[in-house]
């Protein structure tokens, strides 16, 4: 079956007001540009994103932020974004802090199928707060939930029109499992080849977990901190 | 002398050994791998998805897609690998990651750690810093002893929000080495010229001082 859509405006066809959306990248590494600048041409509003982080003041989610499009945000770190501390502050915007591997395992275990688990992150602090807990191992553990969401939209390297995924370095982070848990998965890639070019050996994600996936262009990728060796 | 930062580094590389897989978090700890010994080999792990991070780049070698948790460009080395956060964190919980190094606002005497969230003036969030302290085999944390106001931040209880209860073994700051007992923080060593008298000042939960005191040697 061909996955291909001809560009970002296609692919988000179907999302709408107050819907919940997954954002892949860490940081800026690995997000999907294409996608997020289509989303703040659009009037749809009220959505709850679930990424890693938000961006910053310009670029990347800031984008949608700046517009007010995103009612609530589920994430493990915000730093580095001055509009979204204001309006975290002011109450404008709803914000859920989570540990970063639990959001990760969150995301799989909802992608898995798996509708509950156990973690001992948080256990003992504001994290574990009117959530169930329970000894295992002489270790107590917290129970956490699996996280889907209306729509994913991931960021790779190479993908075919079947929908298979190849991340670089560092860019993988948290699209794969987000691919998994999305009732439709977008997929924006660099490079687009036909079905039967990439070497099924090699694949990351499973075209079964992609609905619609595009050739992204003009990629900035841009950097938050150069470090250079002295 | 209180040790300076690069010093703070230096002094807790030495914790390290052969073979062992190491996370450094942001700030001195990152530092820790400029003074790794060179008889040993070490893998660091950079929880936003790597094994195996080399040093930073040149401008020729900088690349978008490689970057580490504090999302600053790196290099990769030979041996090294990628995978999602989800394969990460398993590597974290699982406890395959043998070190956790980290910075703090405070630590308390059974081990408690605060470091995310001052409320009111600061939130950033956790990132992996939860994960990784309920988790990890060993856990040092590098800090300076007191905070900007002079205050210690070796307390008998934290008073900001906890990153972890009851999870640091070990605390290398500007004026001493101490670890967490169970009865308190145990002063190992103490920073050279620093008194043992200096060190009690400037730690609010209790310290154990047993024998003598040697300087930690840089």
Redo the contacts between chains.
């Keep these: 079956m061909n996955k291909a859509v001809k560009n970002a405006q296609e692919a988000i066809e179907g999302i709408r007001d107050n819907m919940t959306v997954m954002f892949g990248g860490f940081g800026l590494c690995g997000i999907p540009e294409n996608t997020i600048m289509a989303l703040s041409k659009t009037s749809v509003k009220g959505l709850v994103c679930i990424s890693n982080n938000c961006g910053v003041d310009d670029f990347g989610l800031g984008f949608l932020l700046n517009n007010h499009q995103i009612k609530k945000m589920v994430s493990s770190y915000v730093g580095e974004n001055a509009e979204f501390e204001r309006q975290m502050m002011s109450g404008e915007l709803e914000v859920e802090l989570l540990p970063q591997g639990t959001l990760a395992e969150r995301i799989r275990a909802g992608g898995a199928g798996i509708p509950a688990f156990y973690v001992p992150a948080g256990y003992g602090t504001e994290v574990g707060e009117g959530k169930e807990s329970r000894e295992f191992n002489g270790k107590m553990h917290l129970l956490e939930l699996g996280l889907t969401a209306d729509f994913a939209v991931v960021k790779a390297w190479k993908g075919d029109t079947a929908g298979n995924l190849i991340y670089k370095y560092t860019a993988n982070n948290f699209n794969n499992m987000m691919a998994m848990a999305g009732k439709i998965t977008i997929a924006e890639v660099e490079e687009l080849v036909p079905a039967g070019e990439l070497d099924p050996n090699f694949i990351h994600t499973p075209g079964v977990f992609v609905q619609r996936i595009f050739k992204g262009i003009d990629y900035e990728k841009r950097i938050e901190q150069l470090t250079l060796s002295k | 002398m209180a040790l300076d930062k690069n010093q703070i580094a230096r002094r807790i590389a030495r914790e390290l050994k052969d073979g062992n897989f190491v996370n450094l978090g942001i700030g001195i700890p990152t530092l820790v791998a400029n003074f790794i010994p060179e008889n040993i080999h070490v893998t660091l792990q950079?929880?936003?998805?790597?094994l195996g991070m080399g040093?930073?780049?040149?401008?020729e070698t900088?690349?978008?897609?490689?970057?580490?948790a504090?999302?600053?460009?790196?290099t990769?080395l030979p041996g090294a690998s990628?995978?999602?956060?989800?394969t990460?964190?398993?590597m974290?919980?699982g406890g395959h990651i043998d070190i956790t190094i980290l910075g703090a606002f405070e630590v308390s005497e059974a081990g408690?750690i605060a470091s995310w969230k001052v409320p009111r003036k600061l939130?950033?969030?956790?990132?992996?810093?939860?994960?990784l302290v309920?988790?990890a085999k060993n856990i040092i944390v590098a800090m300076q002893h007191t905070n900007k106001e002079g205050q210690s931040k070796l307390l008998k209880e934290c008073t900001l929000?906890?990153?972890?209860?009851?999870c640091v073994k070990r605390i290398v700051t500007d004026l001493a080495v101490l670890d967490v007992t169970e009865k308190g923080f145990r002063l190992l060593e103490r920073a050279p010229g620093v008194t043992v008298e200096q060190i009690k000042a400037a730690t609010e939960g209790t310290l154990i001082v047993e024998g003598e005191i040697p300087e930690i040697v840089l």
């Design positions: 950079s929880e936003n998805g790597m040093p930073f780049p040149t401008m900088v690349d978008a897609d490689l970057i580490n504090g999302k600053q460009t790196i990769y990628f995978f999602d956060s989800a990460s964190f398993a974290i919980r408690d939130i950033k969030g956790m990132g992996g810093a939860m994960d309920a988790s929000p906890l990153t972890g209860v009851n």
